[in-house]
């Protein structure tokens, strides 16, 4: 060998490609741990992601029973327009009390159902006037009353009524004679 001995070349070559691996090495554990701090990084967002994520849904879930909660008057009011508007079509019987002539008054049915077992509920002190028993007053029917005061007393001022389905007197003023 001549000159200095610095050993054989297979040796210096092994030191070399391990000095490169040590390198790589040093590398690849600074990439694993930016890797590991990365995936610890990427597990606590997706932990913010699902405190979030059920947040939303709770949030949801009180919008949903808000929304619930407010349509709850609004099918309310609309039960009550269909009640109405039913109550509106359904025929009723609409009385009205017209002076005719004398002693002579008129009860009329300007309604669009017939009044049936129409009754007078009004005590007089004198003659009451004469209507048929069970009577039926049929939409646009007239039934004349004719109603004399006595001596000391008069017509009375209103007439109460009844019928199958109103039950409570509804109460009519008696025109006074022109």
Same mark, same amino acid.
């Given at each position: 060998?001549?000159?200095?001995?610095? !050993? &054989?070349?297979?040796?210096?070559? @092994?030191?070399?490609? @391990?000095?490169?691996?040590?390198?790589?090495?040093?590398? $690849?554990? =600074? &990439?694993?741990?930016?890797?590991?701090?990365?995936?610890? =990084? @990427?597990?606590?967002?997706?932990?913010?992601? *699902? $405190?979030?994520?059920?947040?939303?849904?709770?949030?949801?879930?009180?919008? @949903?029973?808000?929304?619930? #909660? #407010?349509?709850?008057?609004?099918?309310?009011?609309?039960?009550?327009?269909?009640?109405?508007?039913?109550?509106?079509?359904? /025929?009723?019987?609409?009385? *009205?009390?017209? %002076?005719?002539?004398?002693?002579?008054?008129?009860?009329?049915?300007? !309604?669009?159902?017939? $009044?049936?077992?129409? +009754?007078?509920?009004?005590?007089?002190? %004198?003659?009451?006037?004469?209507?048929?028993?069970?009577?039926?007053? &049929?939409?646009?029917? *007239? +039934?004349?009353?004719?109603?004399? $005061? !006595?001596?000391?007393?008069?017509?009375?001022? *209103?007439?109460? %009524?009844?019928?199958? =389905?109103? &039950?409570?007197?509804?109460?009519?003023?008696?025109? /006074?004679? /022109?």
């Amino acid at each position: 060998m001549s000159g200095a001995e610095w !050993g &054989d070349v297979a040796s210096w070559g @092994a030191l070399a490609l @391990a000095s490169g691996a040590l390198a790589v090495s040093y590398k $690849a554990r =600074g &990439d694993s741990k930016k890797s590991a701090n990365a995936t610890v =990084g @990427a597990a606590a967002a997706a932990e913010q992601s *699902v $405190a979030e994520a059920r947040r939303s849904a709770d949030a949801s879930i009180r919008s @949903a029973a808000a929304a619930e #909660s #407010s349509l709850e008057p609004q099918r309310q009011d609309a039960e009550a327009r269909r009640l109405a508007e039913e109550a509106s079509t359904r /025929p009723r019987v609409e009385l *009205v009390l017209l %002076f005719h002539e004398g002693s002579t008054w008129h009860l009329i049915n300007q !309604g669009t159902a017939p $009044a049936r077992n129409l +009754q007078l509920r009004t005590a007089f002190e %004198f003659r009451r006037p004469d209507m048929p028993a069970n009577l039926i007053l &049929d939409p646009g029917a *007239v +039934q004349p009353l004719r109603m004399i $005061a !006595g001596l000391g007393s008069s017509v009375p001022a *209103v007439l109460d %009524f009844t019928w199958e =389905g109103q &039950d409570e007197p509804l109460r009519l003023r008696v025109p /006074p004679k /022109p």
